[in-house]
């Protein structure tokens, strides 16, 4: 179902600022994210990690969107303690935050689970430092909030393919390139343009693919493709660039599983060019039809005319329901663990038992999922790594609204594929703490709150 990409896209008219912190983590702290890995601390930094926050709207009740060069949560009460804190200190209500991770795999543990690591005791007092972290830089934007407005525009890149393979001769699925199954490349690009000067602010980068270019033989802190992306992009317009991860848990690069960062950047650097080329296709303008002249043949002219611009925006929070899957219990778990001594074993037994530490050992677990929106735009955010479907049916039935989805934002529990996956012997499937037709269900939940919002601006607006 491809993407709709509209001509007319309206902007968000409001007070905004950015600001950006580095959460790079000191070198030896434990950082192993695949089972294959034959290390367990970080040995260098590829390149610096960040967070790059964007207040929007005015006090008393603004809205903040915090980008962060991070893998995913292994602990609830490790992401409580972190959004909790800024949330208190910032003095915003729950809706009105948004921490979204760049979902690298190539970024140091966030779990204090893995103090008894090799490094891991130095998760404590990174936890703390990314916190102090966050909130100066979230306290800064909200500084140095400024007229402008937020547009928004489509593009394409192709760097992410689809990564469900029917491994030859088996039943299995593997996670790696399938080149006959169609990958969702839509990109969604926004411009934060400040009224005073016309210059560039920031720039939004919403795009679905795996940042798994580095694997188990890369042994250096990275933000993976994301970087170098972002390298591109400011070098031209001289801002802050945020990379807010798409719904992505079928997508990644063709190219992955590397040691070679150098991979890494080529990648970012495929990406920051669809996005400059968004940026270099108009000027924050439209263009409409003025009138037809007559030369060799009969031409149609164009007037240029700012995009129309809204001020509403609204957040919220919504749960819904999910059922689990029959799992084994933490205490299973954890004896199982006990008893391992494969180092692959182990680390998907710590990861299973991070989900089920995380959606509790009863049958259902209440999905948040937010809802922003910014005049006519969406952003829809969960904790989830939901297939791209998502993100294409949301936006196929509301196809003049620029709707931007994140994954793995406030949280994390796992996968959501689609229910027609269900009885694949496949990572994402049987990762996933959720029972078949979860992912269907989070799609109508999200199609209903944005139906029921412009059902609501609508009633409100003069006839």
Known sequence: MPSPHPSLVSAFASKIGVARVDITPPIGIYARSWGLAKHDVAEGIHRPLTATVCALGDSPAPMVLIS??????????????????LLSALSLPESHLLISFSHTHAGPSLSRDEAQQPGGELI??????????????????????????LSWRWGRCDLATHRDLPEPGTSRFVVGYNPQERADDTLLVGQVIAASDGKTIATLVNY??????????????????????REVVERETQSPCLFLQGASGELAPA????????????????????????????????????????????????????????????????????????????????????????????????????????????????????IWKLGEAYLIATPSEAYSALQETVRHHFPQRPIAVLNVTNGYVGYLPPS????????????????????????????????????????????
């Open 68 to 85: 962060v060069d991070l893998g995913w949560w292994k602990s609830r009460e490790d992401e409580a303690y972190l959004r909790s804190g």
């Open 124 to 149: 404590t007092p990174y936890l703390a430092f990314l916190k102090e972290q966050l909130i100066a830089a979230a306290r800064a934007a909200l500084q140095t909030r400024q007229s402008a407005h």
């Open 208 to 229: 679905a693919c795996h940042p798994t270019t580095l694997a188990w033989d890369n042994r250096l802190i990275s933000p993976d493709f994301p970087g170098a992306m």
């Open 255 to 370: 190219e992955q599983y590397k040691g070679d960062t150098a991979v890494a950047d080529r990648h970012g650097r495929r990406l920051g060019h669809a996005v400059l080329s968004v940026l270099n296709a108009w000027p924050d303008q439209q263009q409409q039809f003025s009138e037809v002249v007559e030369s060799g043949a009969a031409l149609a002219t164009t007037r240029t005319l700012p995009f129309p611009s809204s001020t509403r925006q609204h957040a919220e929070c919504a749960p819904l329901e999910l059922a689990l899957k029959p799992m084994p219990s933490i205490a299973e778990i954890e004896r199982e663990l006990q008893a391992c001594t494969d180092r692959t074993t182990s680390e998907r037994l710590r990861r299973a038992r991070g989900v089920r530490r995380i959606v509790g050992e009863g049958s259902h677990y209440a999905m948040p999922l937010w």
């Open 420 to 463: 027609e996956h269900a009885s694949r012997d496949q990572y994402s499937v049987w990762q996933s703490p959720f029972q078949s037709g979860s992912l269907e269900k989070v799609i109508h939940h999200a199609r209903s709150r944005v139906a029921d919002s412009l059902a609501k601006t609508a009633a409100i607006l003069p006839s």
